[in-house]
């Protein structure tokens, strides 16, 4: 069975060719049917860029694109069987909601009986049945999210695409919202990609993810490998903000001579652990207290419990970790 | 005890008037160009209503100030309807002649256009509306005029079959394209293009590009994006445009003297009777006309959705 996406050392510069922007840099993906497959990196890093690829608003400079096992780089975006939910919405200001959903069908010839009935399936998907007949404009942020998803799976694509869709909503709607994708990702057995710079979203929702940056794969993997075994400082300071170790304070800590990683939520106070260092920082996190010390001239964070005696910033600490909790990584 | 604050001065006392009252403030700063729009604006246009429910008296030529609707039983009288039905053909003629020729431009400029180049549309459609309205009808005039260059360029490609098949049309044909509707419909165009170019380029640059990519993301094709996303979302500027080209079209005395066949045109038939003939009422009531088309043909705007995309 072919693999619902695949790049094969794709790249896509701008500019000149004397000096281009490397927004993707040779990249190779295999996204599997079904998956929840999450892009993770910061801004710039070339997320959107590779989402563009996919749905065919850019196309490579190098490398192909398969898309169920068909060579899709020279098949414009209207010919793609793959939808997209844009990040600012994008939903059209002079037709209502149903008008919106029903978008996709209109163009392909669908009489209009029959696609309204297919819309108000789709509205009802996301928990708006009683919207059809409003304008976006009348819609709260949330809602056009939801309006903006029924519209991209009226099609039935085979992949969704979502670029950053829940970064304008609010905390607690963002949370709402997490549960519901994934939920309706489940449900329909579509293959989503979805793009955040947010690593708890990525964690928490991707089956597999990819971490980005500068426009290359620094790691792919589940959220568990990815989070637990980083392959490189990149991806361990980005993906949980772990405690990156350079070789000698690793060697000293009874490792190899490369650098590691250390959780925060892995250290913990001990008169007799093996860090030692002077208290800098003391933060409530509300769930528990974040303390950083600086040990041979390196900040180490740990994350504490709430009840735990805190120590007095400026005062010596020590801490410890458990067995295995130090994770050597492999770039030099 | 010692004052926390300093004394206040008179200007101090002011601004904390101003600060605690904000409409206050609103108030003094829009009441003299209300005053402006309310009085002479639309003081004069009352005024215009006015007159043309007055008539004039046969004998004597003299106004009479009694309210009739005589004066507009006259508008029906065959040659008078036949300016009107004229100038109308003529306005909406140039509004869709304007909306096809403006349209690509205003396209290219807003989605297309950056930095230098954008310069460069601003320029070349602002220069043309900076040199006098009449040099440029007098430039068109000869420039249409049968001893004018766009014979000789037709003679040179040997293309004047065309020129002649196209003033050999019955209605707008004419002797040379200076003395034809052709080529006062060309003028009028001419001058008026950048009023058409300049709302709808504005309408076409707020459209996001996210907007057009979700169209064809959605399995549109460029024509259909066309259709169901770009015209109706263009449709206010467009809309604002042909205000301008019809309304400044349906009010224009010049160019139908200066180009065309000398027929007479609504702004042609205020100037005379205003002038020569000091028929007031009779004036006032074929000035009346543009405003009231225009009125309909918002309303009608509006009810076809034409601002939905406010
Ligand atoms: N059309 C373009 N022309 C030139 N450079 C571009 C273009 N599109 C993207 N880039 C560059 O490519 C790089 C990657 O951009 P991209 O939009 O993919 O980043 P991203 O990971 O989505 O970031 P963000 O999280 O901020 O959205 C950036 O440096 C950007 O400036
Ligand atoms: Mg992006």
């Given amino acids: ?332 | 005890m010692t004052a926390i604050l300093p004394a206040k001065s008179a200007a101090d006392r002011l601004t904390t008037l101003f600060w605690r009252k904000p409409k206050l403030l609103l108030a003094l700063l829009i009441t003299p160009p209300l005053l402006w729009l309310g009085v002479i604006y639309l003081g004069s246009l009352a005024a215009l209503l006015l007159q043309s429910f007055y008539s004039i008296d046969e004998f004597s030529g003299m106004v009479v100030r009694e309210f009739t609707l005589k004066t507009y039983g006259e508008l029906l009288r065959p040659q008078n309807y036949d300016i009107i039905l004229r100038t109308l053909l003529m306005s909406a003629a140039v509004t869709i002649g304007s909306v096809i020729l403006a349209f690509p431009i205003a396209y290219y400029a807003a989605r297309y256009a950056r930095g230098r180049w954008k310069a460069v549309f601003y320029l070349g459609i602002m220069l043309p509306l900076w040199s006098s309205y009449l040099v440029k009808v007098y430039a068109w005039k000869l420039i249409l005029a049968k001893e004018g260059i766009l014979t000789w360029a037709a003679t040179q490609t040997h293309t004047n079959f065309l020129l002649d098949a196209a003033l050999a049309l019955p209605g707008i044909g004419g002797n040379s394209l200076s003395t034809s509707y052709i080529g006062m419909f060309l003028v009028f165009t001419y001058v008026w293009l950048p009023y058409m170019i300049l709302p709808m380029q504005a309408a076409l640059e707020r459209v996001p590009t996210s907007m057009l990519e979700a169209s064809q993301d959605l399995g549109a094709t460029r024509a259909q994006t066309f259709r169901t996303v770009i015209v109706p979302l263009a449709l206010p500027g467009i809309i604002a445009g042909s205000i301008f080209t019809f309304s400044l079209t349906m009010g224009d005395y010049i160019i139908p003297q200066i180009v065309g066949n000398s027929a007479n045109f609504i702004g042609m038939a205020v100037y005379q009777l205003q002038g020569t003939a000091g028929n007031t009422p009779l004036a006032a009531a074929f000035a009346v006309i543009p405003i009231v088309i225009m009125l309909i043909y918002l309303s009608l705007a509006k009810r076809a959705g034409a601002f939905d995309a406010l």
């Avoid at chain 1, 000698?248 to 652990?273: F, I, V």
């Fill in chain 1, 1 to 332: 069975m072919p693999a619902a996406v695949e790049f094969r050392s794709v790249s896509r510069h701008f500019g000149p060719a004397s000096a281009p922007v490397k927004a993707v840099d040779g990249v190779d993906l295999t996204i599997a049917e079904g998956a929840f497959f999450a892009m993770l990196g910061p801004s710039g890093s070339g997320k959107t860029t590779c989402l563009r690829l996919i749905s065919g608003f850019e196309s490579p400079t190098a490398g192909e694109i398969c898309i169920f096992g068909e060579n899709v780089s020279n098949t414009p975006p209207h010919l793609r069987n793959v939808n997209t939910v844009f990040q600012d919405y994008a939903l059209f200001p002079h037709m209502n909601v149903r008008d919106n959903v029903a978008y996709g069908l209109m163009v392909k010839g669908m009489g209009r009986a029959q696609r309204y009935a297919k819309a108000e399936e789709m509205l009802a998907l996301v928990h708006l049945d009683a919207y059809g007949s409003r304008k976006p404009g009348q819609l709260s942020g949330g809602q056009r999210q939801r309006v903006a998803l029924a519209r991209a799976l009226v099609n039935e694509p085979k992949v969704l695409l979502l670029d950053e869709p829940l970064g304008a909503l609010d905390l607690k709607l963002r949370e709402a919202m997490q549960d519901e994708l994934k939920s309706l990702q489940q449900r329909l057995g579509i293959t989503f990609v979805f793009v955040t710079h947010d690593q708890h979203e990525a964690l928490s929702m991707a089956d597999s993810l990819a971490v980005f940056n500068d426009g290359k794969i620094a790691q792919i993997g589940t959220p568990a490998q990815v989070y637990a075994q980083p392959k490189t400082r990149f991806v361990a300071d980005f993906v949980g903000s772990s405690n990156v170790l350079p070789p000698a304070l690793t060697q000293s800590l009874g490792g190899p001579a490369k650098w590691s990683s250390l959780r925060p939520e892995s250290l913990h106070l001990d008169p007799a652990g093996p860090l030692q260092g002077t208290v800098t920082s003391l933060r409530y996190l509300g769930s528990g207290h974040r303390v950083a010390i600086t040990t041979q001239g390196q900040d180490i964070a740990a994350i504490l419990p709430s009840g735990t005696q805190l120590p007095e910033p400026g005062s010596e600490a020590r801490l410890s970790f458990a067995p295995g909790a130090l994770h050597i990584m492999d770039e030099a």
